[in-house]
């Protein structure tokens, strides 16, 4: 049976039975409104682990201050049976006071990786996220935790941060789950309305045309950014933050694609930031 707790003791007590009884833990992190995106991460963990551990939580720490936490979307009720039916075994879904108390303090931070694309618009972002992984993963102590490619920057950030701090946890990077269409799956995307929605593909079209100019053998990456970038700007509801192409380890911009590469884009649609990316190989 697939339970909730609120409290960090009580995710201790149920981890440390399963130790006990010599069973393995992963661990998907996750702000909730689960989506099949989300449940691709729960099905892995669910494959590679004994149980698996989802946490849902709107993290206030990595919203900046004319951010969306307030409007971020929740539903328990749909996320529990999101989560029981990929066969997670356990939903941490704290209040912000259990997670931050009085007087809390200490932050984990990160310089380089952090600076450029999504930490360059979100500058309190990734210290938010560091922080908050790093309390999950001290709280949970799994054998595994889960992160989506959808999130690229954030996938490399953590594996840096467990490199830098010697922390004990594989990390498993997850495809993207993209909606038949090609819209990369996101909570965010119900915020928008049906113009907006059909708008929204542009980003995944400039992804694919970049993929494909990468696959024919384009290696000058100005080239595949302004051919994606006239692609965002022929839809009059877009507007770009970044078009990117990065060295995926130090999130570096590169001018050559003579390495394993990221090319990520943040994209205003409306009101709603959208992201999107590929790998120019697997890694
Ligand atoms: P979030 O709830 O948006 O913070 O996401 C929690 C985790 O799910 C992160 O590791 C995300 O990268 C991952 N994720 C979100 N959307 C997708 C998607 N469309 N495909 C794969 N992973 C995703």
Same mark, same amino acid.
């Given at each position: 049976?697939?339970?909730?707790?609120?409290?960090?003791?009580?995710?201790?007590?149920?981890?440390?039975?399963?130790?006990?009884?010599?069973?393995?833990?992963?661990?998907?992190?996750?702000?909730?409104?689960?989506?099949?995106?989300?449940?691709?991460?729960?099905?892995?963990?669910?494959?590679?682990?004994?149980? #698996?551990?989802?946490?849902?939580?709107?993290?206030?720490?990595?919203?900046?201050?004319?951010?969306?936490?307030?409007?971020?979307? @929740?539903?328990?009720?749909?996320?529990?049976?999101?989560?029981?039916?990929?066969?997670?075994?356990?939903?941490?879904?704290?209040?912000?006071?259990?997670?931050?108390?009085?007087?809390?303090?200490?932050?984990?931070?990160?310089?380089?990786?952090?600076?450029?694309?999504?930490?360059?618009?979100?500058?309190?972002?990734?210290?938010?996220?560091?922080?908050?992984?790093?309390?999950?993963? +001290?709280?949970?102590?799994?054998?595994?935790?889960?992160?989506?490619?959808?999130?690229?920057?954030?996938?490399?950030?953590?594996?840096?941060?467990?490199?830098?701090?010697?922390?004990?946890?594989?990390?498993?990077?997850?495809?993207?789950?993209?909606?038949?269409?090609?819209?990369?799956?996101?909570?965010?995307? #119900?915020?928008? +309305?049906?113009?907006?929605?059909?708008?929204?593909?542009?980003?995944?079209?400039?992804?694919?045309?970049?993929?494909?100019?990468?696959?024919?053998?384009?290696? +000058?990456?100005?080239?595949?950014?302004?051919?994606?970038?006239?692609?965002?700007?022929?839809?009059?509801?877009?507007?770009?933050?970044?078009?990117?192409?990065?060295?995926?380890? #130090?999130?570096?911009?590169?001018?050559?694609?003579?390495?394993?590469?990221?090319?990520?884009?943040?994209?205003?649609?409306?009101?709603? @930031?959208?992201?999107?990316?590929?790998?120019?190989?697997?890694?």
């Amino acid at each position: 049976m697939m339970k909730i707790v609120n409290t960090i003791d009580e995710v201790r007590r149920q981890v440390r039975e399963w130790r006990k009884e010599g069973l393995t833990v992963g661990l998907v992190p996750t702000m909730g409104y689960l989506h099949e995106g989300h449940a691709s991460l729960i099905d892995a963990s669910h494959r590679d682990n004994d149980r #698996t551990v989802v946490s849902d939580f709107v993290n206030p720490m990595q919203f900046g201050p004319s951010e969306d936490l307030e409007s971020y979307p @929740r539903d328990i009720e749909h996320d529990a049976a999101l989560v029981e039916a990929h066969g997670g075994d356990l939903i941490f879904h704290p209040e912000p006071s259990e997670m931050y108390h009085d007087g809390f303090s200490s932050f984990v931070d990160m310089t380089v990786l952090t600076e450029e694309l999504c930490g360059l618009s979100r500058p309190v972002h990734f210290r938010g996220v560091c922080t908050v992984v790093s309390k999950l993963f +001290n709280i949970v102590q799994p054998d595994r935790a889960y992160f989506g490619k959808k999130d690229a920057q954030q996938l490399a950030v953590i594996r840096h941060m467990v490199d830098d701090l010697n922390i004990n946890i594989q990390i498993i990077g997850c495809p993207i789950i993209r909606e038949a269409d090609g819209l990369a799956k996101s909570s965010r995307n #119900t915020y928008l +309305n049906s113009q907006e929605r059909q708008a929204a593909l542009v980003l995944s079209q400039s992804i694919f045309l970049g993929e494909d100019m990468v696959r024919k053998g384009e290696t +000058n990456c100005d080239a595949i950014i302004s051919a994606m970038t006239a692609k965002i700007k022929s839809e009059a509801l877009a507007e770009i933050d970044y078009v990117k192409i990065v060295d995926c380890k #130090t999130m570096q911009q590169i001018k050559q694609l003579d390495r394993p590469a990221l090319c990520a884009m943040a994209v205003y649609i409306g009101k709603t @930031r959208l992201i999107d990316n590929f790998f120019t190989e697997d890694i």
